[in-house]
Antibody, heavy 118, light 107 residues
């Protein structure tokens, strides 16, 4: 059974950094594109980043480009999101999701909350 | 970036009603559009793709259509478990973008 579990969220001060992790099981990471999607409290979904299964391509939303770095460790079946220069606008629940054909995100983690506040 | 505009932002309906949500793209995205359902406190869940029509396991009451810039998501007969927020997402561009969401609640 496919399972995704995010971790690493928490409270961080403006300007700080945080590294999120997404541990996958039940499938082989290297075969799939993985996505990060976030949702600010009471707001809609915002796509953040995508990475190809072998890291052959990486894309970022303009809102995080230059501050966030996505990576993956296929040996550990894990996805990461290094977040730097955080601001209050980055406060959100961060989800990782697996992408299959048709660019469909078919499995999602439960999310991890990142709060940026002094 | 491609902007996605959903309407309405919310609607009230009763069980058995036909519900239609529209999504408009700021530029042509062919038919690269997916729809997701999200319930409070839960992760989004894929519902249907405009490109692939009905997916395996998706109830037949859900349908999606459109091409170019204008798209429609329809629930033919609203069921109790369908009260949720629905999002469209374009996948034409490598920079995926979501619509702002449509909340479907009880009338």
């Amino acid at each position: 059974e496919v399972h995704l579990v995010e971790s690493g969220g928490g409270l961080v001060k403006p300007g700080g950094s945080l590294r999120l992790s997404c541990a996958g099981s039940g499938f082989t990471f290297s075969y799939y594109t993985m996505n990060w999607v976030r949702q600010a409290p009471g707001k809609g979904l915002e796509w953040v980043s995508s990475i190809g299964g072998s890291g052959e391509y990486i894309y970022y939303a303009d809102s995080v480009k230059g501050r966030f770095t996505v990576s993956m460790d296929n040996d550990k079946n894990s996805l990461y999101l290094q977040m730097n220069s955080l601001s209050a606008d980055d406060t959100a629940v961060y989800y990782c999701a697996r992408e299959i054909g048709g660019s469909i995100s078919d499995y999602w983690g439960q999310g991890t909350l990142v709060t940026v506040s002094s | 970036d491609i902007q996605m505009t959903q309407s309405p932002s919310s609607l009230s309906a009763s069980v058995g009603d036909r519900v239609t949500i529209t999504c408009r793209a700021s530029q042509n995205i062919n038919n690269y559009l997916n729809w997701y359902q999200q319930k409070p406190g839960k992760a989004p869940k894929f519902v249907i793709s405009t490109a692939s029509s009905l997916q395996s396991g998706v109830p037949s009451r859900f349908s999606a259509s459109g091409s170019g810039t204008d798209f429609t998501f329809t629930i033919a007969s609203l069921q109790p478990e369908d009260f949720a927020t629905y999002y469209c997402q374009q996948t034409y561009s490598t920079l995926r973008t979501f619509g702002q969401g449509t909340k479907v609640d009880v009338k």
